[in-house]
């Protein structure tokens, strides 16, 4: 279980249980497989069977399968938007840290702003896939200035009902 850093709320529990990136590249499977609440492989062989997603490298995971994935899972996600800040951000999203302009690389994090029972302020806090980060990084609160640079929001889709013959 990962510690949360610098957090005010005792009663703060994220929404989403980390899940840990398998290599250097597959953060946004893992941010994908938070959201979705699966494992990082099985996001992965969605992407490998239904998406040609290549079985071995080299491969990025682009926006296009982004989109794909979270609405396979139920979610439905922007396309990626030029973030001006943590404040400016909807209430989930992935986000696109350590960005390089040069190479158009980051790496994926996710993001939530979710106000806890009793709470009169939000709690706004990332969740980091990379398996470098030190444990008290992996969840935290501390975020003010993160520098993400990108981010696709992200939402539930709407549950649609059958409708039935009267």
Known sequence: MSTIANTTTPSFKPAFTRVQQTDDCNCAFACIAMLAEKTIDE????AIDKFKHPKHGPYWIGEDLIAKLLTHFGWVGTVFKSSTGISSMPETAIGLCEYDEQTEIGRHVLFNRVTPP???QPVEYIID???WVDTVQQIRTDIKGFPISWYIGVHPMAKTVAKTDK
Do not use: D, I
Not at 43 to 46: E, F, I, P, S, W
């Open 43 to 46: 996001v992965r062989q969605v």
């Open 118 to 120: 009793g709470a009169k």
């Open 129 to 131: 896939p990379a398996y």
